[in-house]
C-alpha cells in the first residue's frame, strides 16, 4: 500500500470506534493449538483486556492461513483485519487507547527491548521445543497440528510446517542447540524478567503496559501446558515473583469473564491438559 | 590463567579493526577486559582452524566459532566486563542484545549485502579486493546467498518482493531502534556508568560498520549520524581501544605497529608470488622463442653475432637515405 493509502486507511481506523462484534481468530482450542500459539493468542486477549476493549474469540481449524501474515492471533475489527501483538497494539492506539502513554523515552525504549528479548527467547525456545525436540514432535506437535484435516493431509501439513520452522531455527543459529541449552537461555530470560519486575505489580510499576501482557501470555502458557517433561514449566516456577504476576493478571482480568477465554478458573493447581 | 588463546578474525578496512559485526564484538569486548588474545587478522574463511570467521583457538577446548560462545569463554577465563553490574542492568543488557538482533542486525545486513547498489559497489568490491586469489571469485557471492536466505527465512516473501513495504518498515523499525539507544545512552560515557561492558561491545560492533563505510545507498547510516551522541560513542571507543587500526586502508601497507604477527606473513608470500609469476612468464616467452625458432643458438655463439651485421646494415641503410 502507498504512503498515501495507508495513511487514508489509519484514519478511518481512528475514526470508527471499537465495534461490539471484534473478533479474535485463533485454532482450536481442544485438539489443534500449539504451546507458542496460545501464548501469542492469550497475549493479545490480556492486552485488550487491559485496554477494556471487548473482544470475543473464535476459533477456526485455518486460522493460520486466513491471517494476512501467516501468524497467528490475528483480529477482525470492523474491516480490517491485523495480527500478530506489534501490529495489534498499533492498530489500537491508532483508534485513540494506549497503555504506554504514561512512560517516559528511556523506558519506552526499554519496554521495547525486554518485548523483543520474550520474543527473541521465549518464543523461540517454544518453537524449538515443540518443532525441533524429538520427542515432543512425535507425542504432542504432530497428531495436534494436523487434527482437524483427514488423513494424509495431517501429515503432509506437519511435515510441512516442521521443516520450515527448522530451516528457521537453522538460519538463526538455534539449529545446533541442545535441549539442556535452550532451557538454559529459557532461564536467563526468566531471571532477567524477574530482576526487572521485581517488587512491583507491574514491568513499570502502577500500570501494565504490553509487556505485561506479553510476559502474562508466554508465562502463563508455559506454567499450564503439559507437556512431555515438566522442565520448562519449572524453570519459570523457580521465580516467584513471576508466577505471583501471572496469578495476578489472572485474576483481575481474566477471573468472572464467562465468555470463551483461554484462561479456566478451575483450580489454578490442577494443570490444564492439551495432550489429546 | 591459559596460555594466550588466538583469535582469527576478518581483516580491518574502513577504518575499522576488523569489517565483520561478530569479529568486531568479540575484539572489542577482549579490548575491554583486556584479555590476552593473539589476533590473526585473516582475509579468508579458510585460514581460520573451524572454517568460520570469528574463531578462537583454545589450548583445552579445541576451537570455538561463535561470537556468543567465546564471549562466555572468555568470562569463564575470568575476563569479565559486566562484573560491577547490578542485577537489573545485567537484565538490560539481555533486554537490550535481543532488541538489536531483532530489530537492527538484520537490517544492517540487509544494507550491507542485499541492497543491490551497496552490495555490488561497496561490500563485493571490498571483498573481492581483499580475499585472496581464486576465493574472491566465488566467495562474496556465497556470503551474498547466505545472507539472504536468512533474510528470507526471517522476514517472509512478502517483505523480500516489496521493496517499498520492506523500506517503509522495517527500516522505519531500525531507525527507531538506533533512536532508542541514543535515548537510553544520554549523555553517558558508557551504556552503564563509567566502565565498559559486554552491551558496549554488542553496540560498538552493529554501529562502527555503518557509520564508517562509505555507503553509496546510506539513508540508514544518515539516521546513525544525526544522531550525534551514538557517533561520539563510537569515535571515543576507537580512539580509546583501536587507536592504531583507525584510519588505516586496506591496501597491502604493511602494518608497521607491529603487535599484529598475522599481517606480515602476507607480505613475504605476495613477493614472492610476485616474483614467481614473473619469472615464469619469461621463461614462457624464452621457451616459446626458442621452440618456434626465432631465437637459436648455435654453438661458439655466431648466431647472436650474426644477428649485429643486420643491424649494421640496416643503419647504413638508413645512413644512405
Not at chain 1, 526499554?110 to 527467547?121: F, G, I, Q
Not at chain 1, 484435516?149 to 530451516?167: F, G, M, T
Not at chain 1, 531455527?169 to 538455534?174: F, L, N, T, V
Request: glycine content about 6%.
Amino acid at each position: 500500500m502507498s504512503l498515501v493509502a495507508e495513511a487514508f486507511v489509519t484514519q478511518l481506523a481512528a475514526a470508527e470506534p471499537w465495534p461490539e462484534n471484534a473478533a479474535l481468530y485463533q485454532q482450536l482450542k481442544e485438539e489443534q493449538i500449539l504451546l507458542s500459539d496460545n501464548a501469542s493468542s492469550l497475549a493479545v486477549q490480556a492486552f485488550l483486556q487491559m485496554c477494556n476493549l471487548p473482544i470475543r474469540v473464535v476459533c477456526r481449524a485455518n486460522a493460520e492461513y486466513m491471517s494476512p501474515s501467516g501468524k497467528v492471533p490475528f483480529i477482525h475489527v470492523g474491516n480490517q483485519v491485523v495480527s500478530e501483538l506489534g501490529p495489534i497494539v498499533q492498530f489500537v492506539k491508532a483508534k485513540g487507547h494506549s497503555l504506554s502513554d504514561g512512560l517516559d523515552e528511556v523506558q519506552k525504549a526499554e519496554m521495547k527491548a525486554y518485548m523483543e528479548l520474550v520474543n527473541n527467547m521465549l518464543l523461540t525456545a517454544e518453537l524449538y521445543l515443540q518443532w525441533c525436540d524429538d520427542v515432543t514432535v512425535e507425542e504432542i506437535t504432530h497428531p495436534r497440528y494436523g487434527s482437524p484435516y483427514p488423513w494424509p493431509l495431517n501429515r503432509i501439513l506437519s511435515y510441512q510446517k516442521q521443516w520450515e520452522v527448522r530451516r528457521k531455527m537453522k538460519a538463526i543459529g538455534w539449529a545446533g542447540k541442545t535441549l539442556e541449552q535452550v532451557l538454559e537461555d529459557v532461564d536467563q530470560c526468566c531471571q532477567a524478567l524477574s530482576q526487572r519486575l521485581g517488587t512491583q505489580p507491574y514491568f513499570f510499576n502502577k500500570q501494565p503496559t504490553e509487556l505485561d501482557a506479553l510476559v502474562f501470555g508466554h508465562l502463563f502458557t508455559i506454567l499450564t501446558t503439559q507437556l512431555t517433561t515438566d522442565e520448562l514449566s519449572e524453570k519459570v516456577k523457580n521465580y516467584s515473583n513471576l508466577t505471583a504476576f501471572c496469578r495476578r493478571i489472572e485474576q483481575q482480568y481474566f477471573e468472572g469473564h464467562d465468555k470463551d477465554s483461554a484462561t479456566t478458573v478451575a483450580a489454578r493447581s490442577a494443570k490444564r491438559s492439551l495432550l489429546r | 590463567m591459559a596460555a594466550p588463546m588466538e583469535l582469527f578474525c576478518w581483516a580491518g578496512g574502513w577504518g575499522l579493526p576488523s569489517v565483520d559485526p561478530d569479529c568486531l564484538a568479540v575484539l572489542t569486548y577482549a579490548r575491554f577486559t583486556g584479555a590476552p588474545l593473539k589476533v590473526h587478522r585473516v582475509t579468508s574463511p579458510w585460514r581460520s582452524p573451524s572454517g568460520r570467521l570469528p574463531a578462537l583457538k583454545t589450548q583445552d577446548e579445541g576451537t570455538i566459532s561463535k561470537m556468543q560462545q567465546i564471549i562466555t569463554h572468555l568470562r569463564k577465563q575470568k575476563y569479565n566486563a559486566d562484573y560491577d553490574l547490578s542485577a537489573t542492568q545485567g537484565a538490560d543488557t539481555l533486554a537490550f542484545v535481543s532488541l538489536l538482533e531483532e530489530k537492527l542486525l538484520p537490517v544492517l545486513i540487509h544494507t550491507f549485502w542485499v541492497d543491490a547498489k551497496n552490495y555490488v559497489e561497496h561490500t563485493r568490491k571490498w571483498y573481492t579486493e581483499t580475499i585472496p586469489f581464486p576465493l574472491n571469485f566465488f566467495l562474496p557471492n556465497c556470503m551474498h546467498k547466505q545472507h539472504l536466505e536468512r533474510l528470507q527465512l526471517m522476514w517472509g516473501d512478502s517483505y523480500m518482493e516489496d521493496e517499498e513495504k520492506l523500506e517503509k518498515e522495517l527500516y522505519r523499525d531500525a531507525r527507531e531502534c538506533l533512536t532508542l539507544l541514543s535515548q537510553r545512552l544520554g549523555s553517558q560515557k558508557f551504556f552503564f556508568g563509567d566502565s565498559p561492558a559486554s552491551l558496549d561491545a554488542f553496540v560498538f560492533s552493529r554501529l562502527a560498520p555503518l557509520l564508517k563505510a562509505k555507503l553509496p545507498n546510506g539513508k540508514l547510516q544518515q539516521h546513525l549520524k544525526s544522531l550525534q551522541n551514538l557517533c561520539n560513542y563510537c569515535t571515543s571507543i576507537l580512539s580509546l581501544y583501536f587507536p592504531w587500526d583507525g584510519g588505516e586502508p586496506p591496501a597491502s601497507v604493511p602494518r608497521a605497529a607491529g603487535a599484529d604477527g598475522g599481517d606480515t606473513e602476507e607480505d613475504p608470500h605476495k613477493r614472492r608470488n610476485q616474483l614467481l609469476s614473473v619469472l615464469v612468464g619469461l621463461a614462457a616467452m624464452l621457451g616459446y622463442a626458442f621452440l618456434s625458432g626465432i631465437v637459436s643458438i648455435q654453438r661458439g655463439g655466431t648466431g647472436l653475432a650474426g644477428r649485429q651485421p643486420i643491424t649494421l646494415e640496416e643503419e647504413e641503410e638508413e645512413e644512405e637515405e
